[in-house]
């Protein structure tokens, strides 16, 4: 069954340091989102992405947050300059077009740590 | 804003009890319903949702049915099994795709 990948697992950064999460959505979707959890805290939205553009964006997701969809696989988070707040859990989700109410298959996650 | 609100876990239960894990939500309108479930090392999965009020979303012996009354939308099952043992998320959406999520609930189920 297809399915949405991240990786790396887990990234350790240095506060300041720039980096980049990635996503393989499944083939054939359209939509793509990114989440997050802060340990013990709720999953929060991010952004969504359809059609190579940002279509909604949290109050979250300022200046150091950027998408991309570099090619046709891959979705990718950019965080500029990390801070230790952005240490969390990162979701990746991607939907078809014609699916059923919202339906979004989600990644394992990767685990960012800054330290 | 909307909003989401899980029961804190975890829940500890016997194989083969009765689950409830309550969840209710604050929205302006009327938002479509879900209950996603983590297994450990693994992505988020949706395992039902109801799109109005008195649906019933169920799969895999869950149950959860849109209380507009109370605002609710409690996920249960009759008889749980070990590989149940999970996280369980309650979550919404309104008006956009974006997705609102409760903190989450762990679930421990003892053979």
């Known amino acids: 069954e297809p399915e949405v990948t991240q990786t790396p697992s887990h990234q350790v950064t240095q506060m300041g340091q720039e980096v980049i999460l990635r996503c393989v959505p499944i083939s054939n979707h359209l939509y793509f989102y990114w989440y997050r959890q802060i340990l013990g805290q709720k999953v929060e939205f991010l952004v969504s992405?359809?059609?190579?553009?940002?279509?909604?964006k949290s109050e979250i997701f300022d200046d150091q947050f950027s998408v991309e969809r570099p090619d046709g696989s891959n979705f990718t988070l950019k965080i500029r300059s990390t801070k230790l707040e952005d240490s969390a859990m990162y979701f990746c989700?991607?939907?078809?077009?014609?699916?059923?109410?919202?339906?979004?298959?989600f990644g394992p996650g990767t685990r960012l740590t800054v330290t | 804003g909307n909003s989401v609100t899980q029961m804190e876990g975890p829940v500890t239960l016997s194989e083969e009890a009765f689950l409830t894990i309550n969840c209710t939500y604050t929205?302006?309108?009327?938002?479509?319903l879900f209950w996603y479930v983590q297994y450990p090392g693994e992505g988020l999965q949706l395992l039902l949702k109801?799109?109005?009020?008195?649906d019933k979303g169920s799969n895999k012996g869950f149950e959860a049915t849109y209380r507009k009354e109370t605002t609710s939308f409690h996920l249960e099952k009759g008889s749980v099994q070990v590989s149940d043992s999970a996280v369980y998320f309650c979550?919404?959406?309104?008006?956009?795709?974006?997705?609102?999520f409760g903190t989450g609930t762990r679930l421990q189920v003892f053979p």
């Open positions: 992405f359809y059609n190579n553009e940002i279509s909604e």
């Open positions: 989700a991607s939907r078809p077009g014609t699916s059923g109410v919202y339906e979004q298959y």
């Open positions: 109801a799109t109005k009020a008195d």
């Open positions: 929205a302006t309108g009327y938002p479509s």
């Open positions: 979550a919404l959406s309104e008006y956009t795709d974006k997705l609102i």
